[in-house]
């Protein structure tokens, strides 16, 4: 049988495995240890993919990973779905070979048709193939998620934001003004990693990447935790609500000799892609959340001059917020 037609078939066993386990498409390292862990436990075999290098046009660039079991259940991603195929049909030798090997994939010529299942991403890619063992899951367990979410506030709207960022792979955690049973119950299946508490916001922001965003929907409530929030080191504060409001909590704050000019309020939170329910409003907050730790304005791709990708080693430094008006 041809190649391609092989993988055609490798592809369609991991959409269906994917789908009968309700594996998420993408997440971040939690998922993907997670993932090892229960390979292992179960007896069965499994790999660690990595992007190591990329050249030319690539889904996903260097630091890229993926957990994939000899089931096709799968965490993570290291493509639009053109690679992960030829992982599953490697998988066998890799882990009975005992140890990583790099495998490459250039998809610059016609033979795309091949390894892209006609997708074309048109570039080179060099992944790095690790059996899963105890030394790889350590490996997991040691990466921290890029971005540490704080949803400050605990209303039903709060749910959809915290599900999108685990899907993204961040650390969520809820902050609750007062920490109840149905509030509990409302996130018990949402991936959160922590219910808390104003008192412990200090513990929980990190030095980078954390993003607070607030939304209780109850005017004291949102001052609290700003006086809370603005001595901490948060990257990106977000306020839910019209500009009036903001103003006026940033006002009262002010009077109060609590100030906020060295961390800008997003507010109102998300970008304008003329959201409304809360789940619109959710994924306008969380790409402002993205395009602001990663410095890009958060406009349309096509009018972006340069590269979609930051160059290897260029660092992301965060877009100056509009001023609040």
């Known amino acids: 049988m041809p190649l391609n037609r092989q993988l055609s078939g490798v592809h369609d066993s991991l959409v269906a495995a994917d789908s009968a386990r309700g594996s998420p498409a993408v997440s971040g390292p939690d998922g993907l240890a997670r993932l090892a862990r229960e390979v292992l436990a179960s007896g069965r075999r499994g790999l660690l993919a990595e992007i190591v290098e990329v050249q030319g046009s690539h889904y996903r660039r260097e630091g890229a990973r993926m957990v994939l079991a000899e089931d096709g259940e799968?965490?993570?991603?290291?493509?639009?779905?053109?690679?992960?195929?030829?992982?599953?049909?490697?998988?066998?030798?890799?882990?009975?070979?005992?140890?990583?090997?790099?495998?490459?994939?250039?998809?610059?010529?016609?033979?795309?048709?091949?390894?892209?299942?006609?997708?074309?991403?048109?570039?080179?890619?060099?992944?790095?193939?690790?059996?899963?063992?105890?030394?790889?899951?350590?490996?997991?367990?040691?990466?921290?998620?890029?971005?540490?979410?704080?949803?400050?506030?605990?209303?039903?709207?709060?749910?959809?934001?915290?599900?999108?960022g685990f899907l993204l792979g961040w650390s969520v955690s809820v902050v609750a003004a007062r920490s109840t049973p149905v509030a509990r119950r409302r996130f018990a299946q949402t991936g959160v990693a922590a219910f808390a508490v104003p008192d412990d916001l200090p513990d929980l922001v990190r030095r980078q990447g954390t993003a607070a965003v607030v939304m209780t929907h109850n005017f004291?409530?949102?001052?609290?935790?700003?006086?809370?929030?603005?001595?901490?080191?948060?990257?990106?504060?977000?306020?839910?609500?019209?500009?009036?409001?903001?103003?006026?909590?940033?006002?009262?704050?002010?009077?109060?000799?609590v100030g906020l000019a060295a961390l800008p309020i997003h507010a109102p939170a998300g970008l304008d892609i003329g959201a409304d329910s809360p789940e619109e409003i959710a994924l306008a907050i969380a790409a402002e959340v993205q395009a602001f730790l990663a410095g890009r304005a958060g406009g349309s791709l096509r009018e972006r001059k340069g590269p979609i990708h930051a160059a290897e080693g260029e660092p992301k430094r965060p877009a100056a917020p509009a001023a609040l008006a």
Request: negative net charge.
């Open 74 to 164: 799968s965490a993570g991603a290291i493509s639009g779905g053109c690679l992960e195929a030829d992982l599953l049909r490697r998988l066998s030798e890799v882990c009975a070979g005992g140890r990583s090997v790099d495998v490459a994939y250039d998809m610059r010529d016609s033979e795309d048709l091949i390894w892209g299942l006609g997708l074309g991403c048109d570039g080179r890619v060099v992944v790095k193939l690790s059996p899963l063992d105890k030394s790889t899951v350590a490996l997991l367990e040691s990466m921290a998620p890029s971005v540490s979410l704080l949803v400050c506030g605990s209303g039903p709207d709060a749910v959809p934001l915290v599900r999108l």
């Open 220 to 257: 004291f409530d949102d001052l609290d935790l700003l006086r809370r929030l603005a001595p901490l080191p948060v990257a990106y504060l977000a306020l839910l609500g019209p500009r009036h409001r903001a103003e006026r909590l940033v006002n009262t704050l002010s009077q109060e000799g």
